[in-house]
């Protein structure tokens, strides 16, 4: 029987290497003296921390209705004017955030804060929203003047005429 050199040099390695270890003590197991005394054991360890307060969670933003809601509250300031002033009540903008009447227009003389809401109310995928609307149509605003308003003081005024625009 012949016996494979591989297995015989793969034996003799693992001989080897297992008499071949490191001196873990000083003492060689020759006579002399017993072992010393045992060692006592560590100190307790102290509690651990408990972690950081998480933060709040992030507002979900406003719902389609709150911003409608928004979009109305800020349409009287919107649309105040000074009275005689030129280049007064000039900007177009939709009379309220509705899916059915957002193309129904009037005239406001800052629009700034209107399409600010506007924008907000199409980013939330409000004017995406299926909803029944009533066939009544928009008439498109042909009068854009500044007038006395409750107090005096200016608003514009739109007078629907003419054609429908939806």
Known sequence: MRINPSLILATLALGL????????????????????????????????????????GTDGGSTCGDLSAEYAAALPAAQRCEIGASDQCMKLVSGSLSPCFVNCMTYANDDSALNSIKQSWVQAGCNNVAVLCPAIACLQP???????????AGACSSSNVGLPTN
């Open 142 to 152: 042909t009068n854009n003047m500044c007038v006395a308003g409750d107090g005096g």
């Open 17 to 56: 290497g297992a008499g071949c270890g490191s001196v873990s003590s000083t003492n060689d197991g020759g006579g002399g003296a017993g072992g010393g005394a045992a060692g006592q054991g560590g100190a307790t360890g102290q509690a651990g921390h408990g972690g950081a307060t998480g933060q709040g």
